[in-house]
T-cell receptor
Framework: KNQVEQSPQSLIILEGKNCTLQ??????????LRWYKQDTGRGPVSLTI?????NTKSNGRYTATLDADTKQSSLHITASQLSDSASYIC????????????FGSGTRLLVRP | DTAVSQTPKYLVTQMGNDKSIKCEQN?????MYWYKQDSKKFLKIMFS???????INETVPNRFSPKSPDKAHLNLHINSLELGDSAVYFC?????????????FGPGTRLTVL
């Protein structure tokens, strides 16, 4: 069964600190992996999209990595800001139905002053 | 200049009622989607339309019927609402169906069935 699991479920860090969120998936054959940021009461916003041939992609202070062999991805946030407080969702699509996205349950990040 | 908009933002209704949620995108995209986000925050795709044609129809009860009058609109009509339908419904759009194309989400409609 195609699944996407994220850890930790929730995380609290101090403003200015770095953090790393993890995503493991079982989707095969793999097409692409996305990281979304979802603020409370808003729709998800795309941060990065990586295909199987890419192993890192950055978007400002966000850097995503992908290891297609171990089926793992991470999202690293550098110099966190209060506005980074949100849920971060890992999303994977498979080669056989690349339009069907499989969502993880997200990591809820709280950045404190 | 909202890219993907949904109305209403909040919807509170009684069990058994029929309701509709509207979605519009002004990005010129060919593909639109409806997602349901349950209380555990999982997002699951319900429907996808490409050029007004139904492409994805997940195992969603027949009480849910999407309608796409044109490429810019994808509405969701729900008959005989049940308590379990309470969730946040998100509309999204992308330029093309499939591949590594970015999906743009609307703000969501929080449906509460009493």
């Amino acid at each position: 069964k195609n699944q996407v699991e994220q850890s930790p479920q929730s995380l609290i860090i101090l403003e200015g600190k770095n953090c790393t969120l993890q995503c493991n998936y079982t989707v095969s054959p793999f097409s692409n992996l996305r990281w979304y940021k979802q603020d409370t009461g808003r729709g998800p916003v795309s941060l990065t999209i990586m295909t199987f041939s890419e192993n890192t992609k950055s978007n400002g202070r966000y850097t995503a990595t992908l290891d297609a062999d171990t089926k793992q991805s991470s999202l690293h946030i550098t110099a966190s800001q209060l506005s980074d407080s949100a849920s971060y969702i890992c999303v994977v699509s498979g080669m056989d139905s690349s339009y069907k996205l499989i969502f993880g349950s997200g990591t809820r990040l709280l950045v404190r002053p | 200049d909202t890219a993907v908009s949904q109305t209403p933002k909040y919807l509170v209704t009684q069990m058994g009622n029929d309701k509709s949620i509207k979605c519009e995108q002004n990005l010129g995209h060919d593909t639109m989607y409806w997602y349901k986000q349950d209380s555990k925050k999982f997002l699951k795709i319900m429907f996808s339309y490409n050029n007004k044609e139904l492409i994805i129809n997940e195992t969603v009860p027949n009480r849910f019927s999407p309608k796409s009058p044109d490429k810019a609109h994808l509405n969701l009509h729900i008959n005989s609402l049940e308590l379990g339908d309470s969730a946040v419904y998100f509309c999204a759009s992308s330029q093309v169906l499939g591949g590594a194309d970015t999906q743009y989400f609307g703000p969501g409609t929080r449906l509460t069935v009493l």
